[in-house]
């Protein structure tokens, strides 16, 4: 599949509609903008900056929006990126927050935000399904998925020590046996 370059005004408007699509549960609006509806990117290309997001500090969506409007235009393609998708967030933010402050013991407001982690949860799980159907069938990697999940979820290990062992394993195994990998 061939890409399309943006220019720093289809950055700035193609990110801040992904902002401007919801709170904490945003990625597959990314993915949907960046490999389907704009073609910037393929769904491997998509896979590899998600994948660096995630290792990155800080919120996925936003070292996302950071890798790639600096694929296409350097620090400037990043920080009109980065501009574009926390513009509208930032604004909702603030006015929910002053809202809150006004109505925070208000039995419908505590339920609202009860009712918000399950949505956010399939949200998560929908695109993590979404990615695990267009990923290549090898065994390496699905096998590091199932010892991440192993670690995190059921040995409760801590995420940063998780992270310092199996990033290094990933990328030994990716240069010894890039075909089982890729």
């Not at 990033?167 to 890729?182: D, F, I, N, T, Y």
Request: proline share 6%; aromatic share 8%.
């Amino acid at each position: 599949m061939t890409t399309v370059v943006p220019d720093r005004r289809a950055l700035f408007t193609g990110f801040f509609m992904v902002g401007l699509a919801g709170f904490g549960g945003v990625m597959p609006h990314a993915q949907h903008m960046l490999v389907e509806q704009r073609r910037w990117l393929t769904e491997q290309q998509f896979a590899e900056v998600l994948g660096l997001g995630q290792v990155l500090p800080g919120p996925n969506i936003v070292n996302v929006a950071v890798a790639v409007g600096a694929r296409f235009h350097g620090a400037s393609g990043a920080l009109v990126s980065c501009a574009g998708l926390l513009l509208a967030p930032l604004g909702v933010v603030l006015l929910l927050a002053a809202l809150y402050a006004s109505y925070q013991q208000q039995p419908l407001v505590q339920g609202l935000l009860r009712g918000l982690a399950p949505t956010g949860i399939g949200l998560v799980l929908g695109m993590a399904l979404k990615l695990a159907t267009r990923l290549p069938r090898r065994q390496l990697p699905w096998a590091l998925v199932l010892l991440t999940f192993l670690a995190v979820a059921v040995w409760k290990l801590s995420l940063l020590l998780v992270l310092l062992l199996l990033v290094p394993l990933g990328v030994a195994l990716a240069w010894h046996w890039p075909e089982r990998v890729s």
